[in-house]
């Protein structure tokens, strides 16, 4: 019997990633195999996007692409997760007749039953991640869904839920057996990972979970993402600081660099205290890398306040910017109140002006690394050459004859970019 495949189609951020890889772990202990192309697979999963009006548009043209595969092939199948998927199924299945099944980010049960009523054959609880596959070096680990924050502009909170941390057990659980998989780095996420645990009843926080895994044996690192500022304490700073595994680079998304953007933002933090948490983080943690987000063409955002965010770049130097320029979603308190009055040319010229102002700096401090000797962990190799990042996560590329697949190595940088570094 010909074994059926699959293949997984992702979009936006490491969240969906991380979704991407658990659904082939279960679709595989359903006893499909992955398919090196889409157009060898008997099942396509979409894993969406919908936090920017162009990943949705992405997403309905590929939804436009399968249903001419569908009709060409009625026995393939398609399925459909991630935050396209809203609590108004029967809508999207009108639709999208094209669709087999829509589930939401972890309904791993919805899953199961539809692959029953298929009549496939499943190999083991589809609840347990017991198979034998070995996994990636570095493994992303979910730790909390949803978000409570209703930022005006995000549309997270409307199609992804409130705020659900996974009990410490389990985390600490998945991240031993990923290990013994063979990871050696792990990465916690979450929309907000530094709210995590207040719905839990005993209402441990992020610290006391990181502190629980600094002790599993054989995980080399740890990474948490994304921090929003407003929930960064000075405690929690002196948790990260104390212990060893844990990596010195935080994600800290700024958003806007002045206090009238923040505010009609919703974003729960001025200017002042945002940059009092950065001297107060680079204080306690020495070498470590700032990476941020920022909207430009926020509604109203006038020269001067766009500005001040450049200037607020140019200042703290963060190591990463991640810039979007700003769309307004259906519901979302920014679209119901204000008009979208940046006009497209501005709102570009704007995300040019962050991402050269950017690469210089990048390129800046990147060039203070050459001729230091740096530890990376070895993620794998691409054209001949070993890549890994460094613990405060600066992209390396080397060259060596050895398999360093998953080890620690010491390097000495010989070269840099804005982006990546040779050794
Ligand atoms: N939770 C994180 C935070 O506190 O910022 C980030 C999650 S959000 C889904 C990822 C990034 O997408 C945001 O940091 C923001 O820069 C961007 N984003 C979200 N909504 C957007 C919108 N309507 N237009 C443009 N960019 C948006
Ligand atoms: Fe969206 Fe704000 Fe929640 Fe981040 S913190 S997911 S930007 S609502």
């Given at each position: 019997m ?9 979009i936006?951020?490491?969240m969906?990633k ?6 082939a772990d ?6 499909y195999?992955?398919a090196p ?5 008997d ?11 162009s ?9 436009g692409?399968?249903?001419?595969v ?6 393939f199948?398609?399925?459909v997760?991630?935050?396209?998927v809203d609590?108004d ?6 639709n ?5 099944l829509f589930?939401?980010?972890g309904?791993y ?5 539809w692959?029953k ?6 190999l ?17 680990v ?11 502009y995000c ?8 705020e ?8 600490v659980?998945?991240?031993?057996e ?9 990465t ?9 645990g ?5 209402q ?6 990181l ?9 080399a ?5 994304t921090?929003?500022p407003?929930d ?6 002196r ?11 935080m994600n800290l ?33 020495s070498?470590?890398a700032l ?5 430009v063409?926020f509604?109203?955002?006038?020269e001067e306040?766009f ?5 607020m770049?140019?200042d ?5 910017v ?8 259906p519901?979302?308190?920014a ?12 709102k570009?010229?704007r995300l040019?002006?962050?991402?050269t102002?950017q ?5 800046d401090?990147?060039?203070?690394l ?11 190799n691409k054209s001949?050459?070993w ?5 405060n ?7 060596s004859?050895?398999d ?6 010491d390097?000495t940088i010989?070269?840099?970019?804005p982006w990546?570094?040779?050794?």
């Amino acid at each position: 019997m010909n074994v059926p495949k699959y293949y997984i189609w992702t979009i936006g951020c490491q969240m969906n990633k991380a979704e991407s890889q658990r659904v082939a772990d279960y679709l595989e202990v359903l006893g499909y195999k992955a398919a090196p192309v889409l157009q060898s697979a008997d099942l396509v999963v979409l894993n969406t996007c919908v936090v920017r009006q162009s990943a949705e548009s992405k997403v309905i043209g590929t939804l436009g692409y399968l249903k001419g595969v569908k009709y060409e092939k009625p026995d393939f199948s398609i399925l459909v997760t991630g935050c396209f998927v809203d609590s108004d199924v029967k809508r999207l299945e009108h639709n999208f007749p094209q669709v087999d099944l829509f589930f939401k980010p972890g309904d791993y049960i919805g899953l199961r039953n539809w692959a029953k009523e298929k009549g496939i054959d499943i190999l083991e609880d589809i609840t347990s991640l017991s198979s034998a596959k070995n996994v990636a070096v570095s493994a992303f680990v979910p730790i909390i869904q949803g978000c409570n924050n209703f930022c005006s502009y995000c549309i997270v909170p409307y199609r992804l839920g409130r705020e659900r941390s996974r009990p410490i057990e389990d985390v600490v659980r998945e991240v031993t057996e990923l290990v013994r998989r063979g990871a050696k780095e792990a990465t916690l996420l979450g929309q907000n990972v530094n709210s995590y645990g207040h719905d839990l009843p005993s209402q441990p926080d992020l610290g006391t979970l990181l502190t629980e895994l600094n002790c599993v044996e054989g995980l080399a690192r740890i990474r948490f993402l994304t921090s929003h500022p407003k929930d960064v304490t000075q405690k929690f700073i002196r948790d990260i600081a104390s212990l060893t595994n844990v990596c010195e680079y935080m994600n800290l998304p700024l958003q806007a660099g002045d206090n009238d953007v923040l505010k009609a933002m919703r974003r729960g933090y001025t200017v002042e205290q945002y940059r009092q948490l950065v001297g107060n983080i680079r204080n306690c943690i020495s070498g470590i890398a700032l990476g941020t987000d920022v909207i430009v063409g926020f509604p109203g955002e006038s020269e001067e306040q766009f500005e001040r965010t450049l200037a607020m770049l140019e200042d703290i130097r963060f190591d990463t910017v991640h810039v979007a320029a700003y769309s307004p979603r259906p519901n979302t308190i920014a679209a119901r109140k204000y008009d979208d009055n940046v006009s497209p040319d501005t709102k570009k010229e704007r995300l040019n002006k962050v991402e050269t102002l950017q690469a210089k700096v990048a390129g800046d401090i990147n060039s203070w690394l050459k001729g230091e000797k740096v530890e990376v962990l070895v993620e794998g190799n691409k054209s001949g050459k070993w890549y890994g990042r460094t613990r405060n996560n600066k992209l390396v590329f080397f060259e060596s004859d050895a398999d360093c697949l998953g080890q620690l190595v010491d390097v000495t940088i010989t070269k840099t970019s804005p982006w990546a570094l040779q050794a």
